[in-house]
């Protein structure tokens, strides 16, 4: 067996880099501001993880034996880190959006169905090239926990961010060019591709 460092190198050099990827928040509709807070989301969520998800055990015990068998499965929360701008936009949208859950002084929703507060999410991991390449959706999304901002006299150079932990029912996964596309014309393709530093034709 040849231990070959080019083979290696051959075979790694297309590994998927964790820095290359975009996640959005689909919010409601009657959510103020959650048009806004979606297409912020996509420059603003600076760090999330691919989803996980376990499959449960059941074990039958046989003659002193446990035959395991594959049990239900369920899903862990999705967390984000997001950057705060001085407008709030994500911020903002996202404390609405938890408040028509439960108002904070009125403890009632506002959404007019019991399941209306619960949209859609993705995270799509891109290629170095810039394209698409896997894409997670996040089923019946919601806020179920949205962290505090520290604030201190004494922070310098720092721009603000806060967690929030997403619950959804479940997730789809589609490779490919089925995520948030990067158009070189438009302006989103610009600024995504200027962040990756990739070359730019507008033709």
């Known amino acids: 067996m040849a ?77 984000t880190t997001i950057i705060n701008d001085e407008k709030f936009s994500v911020r903002a949208a996202i404390e609405a959006w938890s408040d028509s859950i439960n108002g904070l002084q009125s403890n009632t929703p506002t959404f007019s169905q019991s399941i209306g507060y619960r949209t859609t999410g993705q995270v799509v991991q891109y290629s170095a090239r810039g394209n698409p390449i896997r894409t997670y959706t996040f089923h019946n999304i919601w806020p179920s926990a949205l962290a505090a901002i520290e604030l201190a006299w004494e922070t310098e150079s720092t721009i603000e961010e806060f967690e929030c932990t997403w619950t959804y029912d479940y997730y789809t996964v589609k490779p490919g060019d089925d995520g948030i596309q990067i158009e070189a014309g438009s302006e989103i393709g610009l600024s995504i591709r200027s962040a990756l530093g990739l070359s730019v034709t507008v033709g």
């Open 3 to 79: 231990f070959k460092v080019t083979d290696f190198i051959n075979e790694a050099q297309d590994g998927a880099r964790p820095s290359l990827f975009l996640a959005q928040i689909n919010f409601p509709v009657s959510v103020p501001g959650g048009i806004e807070a979606r297409d912020r989301s996509r420059f603003l969520i600076k760090s999330t993880s691919i989803p996980a998800s376990t499959l449960g055990m059941i074990e039958l015990p046989f003659m002193g034996r446990k035959i395991k068998l594959a049990g239900d499965r369920t899903f862990e929360d999705w967390s």
